[in-house]
């Protein structure tokens, strides 16, 4: 019999059950800090305001249009960080405050640091820079010349893994990659609100990619990087970092443990430097989804986690809408499956209708899912109950591995991160609400889905009308 792929290893292996749910409690004084601290020598450059954000809507965004050509200066970097996971609301508690972001986070972990490289940008220096989410400022970590050619604007995404594994342990390793992606639909979205292209390579190699950034590899590691103007190589000869121990900025914690399942997914990226389709943009422009006609920018600023689900229909039009919205990006390649749990509640029975990603319909159901059996399935979260849609990403990760490689988990789980966000914008667009639900015991989850014995449930996200005002 063949061997089981490395991804469905890591998937089973991370997989709750209701037994090794049980105990798990948190090490408080271990919680990791939100925001990397750098040595004083890191000067701060502040960003400054965007100069009137960019008005194209969130279809013509999703369908792959873009914003004409543009050489970007700081004031388009400032929206392009803030766009892709900066600060969008500050809650208030008795002691402290907590800043919430762009991008949906499990846990509200942020894992996720943006890097970028400019070069030739009007109002920056040259250099490689960390974005400072809590000052929207950047850090300059190297000053000079980072790429062979100018003008250039280059982005890495990293993840400090303990963030999440801190409250997840081994299963942050999904949520790794999935906030990745939410961060990175973001990105790809402001880059062409903002007339620049977004091309994606999946498969940084971590010793080198940790070397240019000035992290520890063992505490953070690049998952992504993005060429969004120029495509020049790194100059032969990079500027020195500013400061020897950059890379203790990397701990975020007193006390950190290493999770070995996530160092092995991490591990198993295949090094070189082949441009990944699948987490990259579409080539062809398609129709617009009907109804999203929301400035993009908006729909990022305002987008929110909503739980208070209404039983109810949603207006006319929202789900094809969504349908469309989720059918555009390149990527169908890489073996996501989609499907629709609609219905399910007292007043309908409910369906799974997969959904058709090159023509954007949903199929008849393929499996009457029992609403509130699934709900027990993600641990009891009882809000789901109510909600319109729950849309499911899902795959068979031995297909996915023979067909993809050794990066398959991660192409599969970064790609439903980038839907997952899609929804969160596409429910911002059309006064709804939507929210991700990462948590769910697998097997109870795939059975009442009908999912095959091969196949397992990635990602779920929640869409419908909600109680309260969506602004
Ligand atoms: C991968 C992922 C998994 C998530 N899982 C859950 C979940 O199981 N239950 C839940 O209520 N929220 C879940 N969320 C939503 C987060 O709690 C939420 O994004 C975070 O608290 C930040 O709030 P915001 O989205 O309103 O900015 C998830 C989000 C992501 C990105």
């Not at 059918?327 to 890489?334: D, F, R, T, Y």
Request: charged content about 20%; overall charge neutral; some cysteine.
């Amino acid at each position: 019999m063949a061997a089981n792929s490395k991804a469905l290893e890591l998937l089973d292996a991370t997989a709750h059950t209701w037994q090794n749910l049980r105990g798990q409690g948190l090490d408080w004084p271990a919680m990791p800090a939100p925001f990397k601290a750098y040595p004083r020598d890191v000067r701060m450059v502040p960003l400054p305001r965007p100069e009137g954000w960019p008005a194209i809507s969130c279809a013509e965004v999703f369908a792959g249009s873009a914003a004409p050509a543009n050489v970007p200066n700081a004031a388009a970097v400032s929206a392009l960080a803030q766009l892709a996971c900066g600060v969008t609301a500050v809650v208030r508690r008795t002691v402290d405050e907590f800043h919430l972001r762009a991008n949906a986070s499990a846990g509200a972990l942020y894992p996720c640091e943006l890097y970028l490289a400019a070069q030739g940008v009007e109002g920056l220096p040259d250099g490689l820079f960390h974005f400072a989410v809590q000052r929207h400022a950047l850090g300059l970590l190297r000053r000079g010349q980072i790429l062979a050619d100018g003008p250039g604007l280059r982005a890495w995404l990293t993840v400090i893994p303990f963030r999440s594994a801190w409250k997840y342990r081994d299963r942050a390793v999904r949520y790794l990659f999935l906030d990745a992606g939410h961060v990175l639909e973001n990105l790809d979205g402001a880059a062409r609100a903002l007339g620049l292209s977004c091309r994606v390579d999946i498969s940084a190699n971590a010793r080198e990619t940790a070397g240019l950034l000035g992290i520890a590899p063992e505490r953070e590691r690049c998952l992504v990087e993005i060429e969004l103007l120029g495509n020049a190589d790194l100059a032969s000869e990079l500027p020195p970092p500013v400061h020897a121990g950059l890379a203790r900025a990397s701990t975020v914690s007193p006390r950190e443990v290493e999770y070995p399942l996530i160092t092995q997914a991490l591990d198993l990226s295949s090094p070189g430097k082949s441009r990944d389709a699948a987490a990259s943009l579409p080539d062809k422009r398609t129709a617009p989804a009907p109804l999203l006609e929301r400035p993009f920018v908006q729909a990022v600023l305002h987008r929110r986690s909503r739980r208070s689900y209404m039983a109810g229909p949603l207006p006319s039009g929202a789900l094809d809408a969504l349908a469309v919205a989720l059918s555009n990006p390149a990527g169908a390649s890489c073996g996501l499956g989609v499907g629709f749990v609609v219905g399910g509640d007292e007043s309908a029975p409910g369906g799974f209708h997969l959904l058709d990603r090159e023509s954007g319909t949903l199929g008849a159901s393929v499996f009457a899912v029992d609403r509130k059996k699934f709900t027990e399935a993600c641990l009891d979260q009882a809000w789901m109950t109510k909600a319109a849609v729950l849309v499911c990403f899902f795959a068979a990760p031995d297909e996915a591995e023979a067909a993809h490689g050794p990066n398959a988990l991660k192409r599969l789980l970064i790609q439903a991160g980038r839907l997952g966000q899609r929804i969160y914008l596409c429910a911002a667009a059309l006064g709804l609400g939507a929210c991700g639900v990462g948590a769910f015991i697998d097997e109870d989850a795939r059975r009442t889905l009908g999912l095959a014995a091969s196949e397992r449930l990635l990602y779920v996200v929640a869409f419908g009308p909600v109680r309260g005002v969506v602004d």
